[in-house]
């Protein structure tokens, strides 16, 4: 492996999970089933479950697995970390050629898609400085800018209303206001008023 420039500063701590990287890889190139047995964080129990693996993704420095349930039929996202045994089924061969990850991920921002969820139009307002962030960097593919002025950047997204999403929008404090919609404004206030609560 070549020596890392002094010049450059990686971002440390190791992540979790990446044991499991190469054996779904190739049970996707093979298109063969999984067993995955899984801890969730809100469950102390692990549950097994046989998948057919579609695809990996990244988020935050965690991987996730998008497989669809072998039985049940439903697409699920499986965070590596969380994996306590993989085996790959053999000779149980899949054809996953009509999952298009790309449309699968559109609407979404980061890897949480909330069940039942249809993507909502957000318009949201950034003060000017944060502005130039989310103009150099957009928040999502869909981002329109609909007004730039000196008093604020305006801008529309077509997003689920996620856990990643909404955590996203908290972290930019007094630099945001959400213009629309009423659900997401109802529970950017609920948020925050809890949060004041406990000080």
């Given at each position: 492996m070549e020596k890392a420039s002094p010049y450059l500063l990686v971002e440390k701590g190791q992540q979790q999970g990446t044991e499991h990287l190469h054996p779904l890889l190739d049970a996707m190139e093979k298109h063969k089933k999984i067993s995955l047995t899984y801890c969730k964080f809100e469950s102390k129990e692990a549950e097994t479950y046989?998948?057919?693996?579609?695809?990996?993704?990244?988020?935050?420095?965690?991987?996730?697995?998008?497989?669809?349930?072998?039985?049940?039929?439903?697409i699920k996202h499986y965070a590596l970390d969380r994996i306590a045994a993989l085996q790959v089924l053999d000779p149980h061969l899949q054809d996953v050629s009509n999952f298009d990850k790309e449309k699968h991920f559109q609407p979404c921002f980061g890897v949480t898609i909330p069940p039942d969820a249809t993507p909502q139009e957000v318009v949201l307002s950034l003060s000017v400085a944060k502005g130039e962030y989310v103009k150099t960097l957009p928040l999502h593919p869909s981002q329109e800018i609909l007004i730039d002025d000196e008093n604020e950047l305006r801008i529309r997204l077509k997003v689920y209303l996620s856990y990643d999403f909404i955590i996203e929008l908290l972290s930019m404090g007094e630099h945001l206001k959400v213009i629309s919609p009423q659900t997401l404004i109802d529970e950017m206030k609920r948020i925050y008023r809890e949060t004041l609560e406990r000080y």
């Open positions: 046989t998948l057919v693996p579609l695809c990996l993704k990244e988020y935050r420095r965690r991987w996730y697995l998008v497989a669809r349930d072998a039985f049940a039929g439903e």
